[in-house]
């Protein structure tokens, strides 16, 4: 049988999630101008948490996947992509490597999961590696430019992106958990450390200074981060993928970047060199042949078994 088509109501979800995610490297930008980026990690999963904790029951699951998914995810994937936008990654070429947690999952998936890896999501991993290396070598130290501490930071925040994807995968062969609560609880688990951090890095001074010194663009990103990007942005892309085929859903993913491109050029006026335009095509295209050949491998099993 095959599945259903995404209906208008499911098409505006994913298309609403791209263009979250997609904005989010641009108010990551806005809130670390006037806010440290260990503390801006703090404030994004005590907003993203705190408000629910009440509410919302801790998720069927043994709390140290649970701690482990907010580590990974909150502290590990955001607190180096924190500090490489404020060490020179520009907002752009964010959204594009960030994207490369893709194939983090995959490399990382084969040993820890016990998953095979098809020979397109190898063709596909080759062609983005050489998209990256494009990308890294057209640093600079200019206005503008992406540093090579800023890429290097931003790389390690995908590969925690991935670290978080396989707890997540773990955790689902224990039991059926509700991603929201999950969501919620997990974001507890960064929040001290990330105010350690910001006391250790920025000092007790620095660290009050910002928070008694926040505006109202300094709030409004905070909250787009934890209730857009984090709790919102998540769920709705859980229950597509609940409904769909992942498949179907995922290539949505590749829209992100475009959205970023676009946001990074309107807000900052950030133009890629045209190195890092053929890096970042480089990159989608690997990203491209790992999602297409998923797709044709299950249409010539659905061909076969008709």
């Not at 098409?11 to 260990?38: D, E």
């Not at 109202?216 to 769920?235: E, M």
Request: aromatic residues 12%; without cysteine; hydrophobic residues 60%.
């Amino acid at each position: 049988m095959n599945a259903l088509p995404l209906s208008r109501g499911d098409l505006l979800r994913a298309l609403a999630v791209v263009v979250i995610w997609g904005l989010n490297f641009v108010v990551m930008k806005v809130g670390l101008q006037g806010i440290g980026p260990m503390l801006l990690g703090a404030m994004r999963f005590a907003a993203a948490a705190l408000p629910f904790l009440l509410f919302v029951k801790f998720p069927r699951l043994p709390w140290r996947y649970v701690a482990a998914y907010g580590l990974a995810q909150g502290l590990g994937q955001f607190g180096f992509l924190f500090l490489g936008l404020q060490m020179g990654m520009t907002v752009g070429m964010a959204s594009v490597v960030m994207q490369t947690q893709a194939f983090f999952t995959l490399l990382l998936a084969v040993p820890v999961l016990g998953e095979r890896a098809r020979f397109s999501q190898g063709l596909g991993l080759v062609v983005a590696l050489g998209g990256l290396v494009l990308i890294a070598t057209a640093h600079g130290e200019g206005p503008g430019q992406m540093t090579l501490a800023g890429f290097v930071l931003t790389v390690s925040a995908a590969f925690m992106w991935a670290v978080s994807n396989l707890v997540a995968r773990l955790a689902s062969r224990v039991a059926d958990y509700d991603p929201f609560p999950f969501i919620v609880w997990s974001s507890v688990f960064p929040i001290v450390p990330f105010v350690a951090l910001a006391l250790w890095m920025d000092g007790p001074q620095t660290v009050l200074k910002q928070v008694a010194g926040m505006n109202l663009q300094a709030l409004l990103a905070v909250l787009f981060l934890a209730w857009l990007a984090t709790l919102l942005a998540y769920s709705l892309w859980t229950r597509l993928l609940k409904r769909h085929p992942a498949g179907r859903v995922t290539p949505f993913s590749l829209l992100v970047p475009v959205v970023g491109l676009w946001s990074a050029w309107m807000f900052f006026d950030e133009l890629p060199l045209l190195q890092q335009w053929l890096g970042t095509g480089l990159v989608l295209l690997g990203l491209v042949v790992n999602q297409m050949g998923g797709w044709w491998q299950g249409m010539r099993v659905r061909h076969n078994g008709s």
